[in-house]
């Protein structure tokens, strides 16, 4: 079945420091793929997402890009801030309607 | 426009006793979706509705477990005999029914079992 697999967290960072979050995913045919972030004591919120090969999402300053050859949907932003700390979901979409999210990753910025 | 809303926020109760967790998608909103999150963990999916019917339930842990949508917009999840593993927050979603539709999240109700 459809699966996704996300870097560990916790990541720390300080502000205005590269972030690139890790996210792989295995589906068969051509599925969508999504970032959602969930800041401390709210809900899922779509931060991007992507629904074919090359496409690149953006957002609030993250991108990701959609890579087939790689299975990949690595999520990046150039300079993050600490209204950034929260959990991000990285979460694929294989055709049969219900998305499999992976485990999150906490992302810690620091002033 | 009104997001998802879920109720109630938070629930407590006692080992062996029945809940219902209500959601109401955003008007419009076909698809209707269950997810359950662990402590650590993404969210899980439960069950989905197109509709009123429930066109995936192999989500759903074991018959302990059901959901229904009668009218094709608000839909209740029901639990009988809780169990102290079943505490978690459960997560509704709604999209407009296509693939590659986005699914919108609601805030969660968040289920302890004493």
């Known amino acids: 079945g459809d699966s996704v697999t996300q870097m560990e967290g916790p990541v720390t960072l300080s502000e205005e420091a590269f972030l690139t979050i890790n996210c792989t995913y295995t589906?068969?045919?051509?599925?969508?793929l999504f970032w959602y972030v969930q800041y401390p004591g709210e809900g899922l919120q779509l931060l991007l997402k992507?629904?074919?090969?090359?496409d690149k999402g953006s957002n609030k300053g993250f991108e990701a890009t959609y890579r087939k050859e790689t299975t990949s949907f690595h999520l990046e932003k150039g300079s993050v801030q600490v209204s950034d700390s929260a959990v991000y979901f990285c979460?694929?979409?294989?055709?049969?309607?219900?998305?499999?999210f992976g485990t999150g990753t906490r992302l810690k910025v620091l002033a | 426009g009104a997001g998802v809303s879920q109720t109630p926020s938070n629930k407590v109760t006692e080992k062996g006793k029945y809940v219902e967790l209500r959601c109401d998608p955003i008007?419009?909103?076909?698809?209707l979706y269950w997810y359950r999150q662990s402590l650590g963990q993404g969210p899980e999916f439960l069950i989905y509705?197109?509709?009123?019917?429930?066109?995936?339930d192999s989500g759903l842990p074991n018959d302990r477990f059901f959901a229904v949508r009668p009218e094709g917009s608000v839909s209740t999840l029901k639990i009988q005999r809780t169990e102290r593993g079943d505490s978690a927050v459960y997560l509704c979603?709604?999209?407009?029914?296509?693939?590659?539709?986005?699914?919108?999240f609601g805030p969660g109700t968040r289920l302890l079992v004493l």
């Open positions: 979603a709604s999209s407009f029914g296509g693939r590659r539709e986005t699914q919108y």
């Open positions: 589906a068969t045919g051509y599925p969508s």
């Open positions: 992507a629904t074919k090969a090359d």
């Open positions: 979460a694929v979409e294989g055709g049969t309607y219900k998305y499999i």
């Open positions: 008007s419009g909103h076909t698809a």
């Open positions: 509705f197109q509709g009123t019917g429930a066109a995936d």
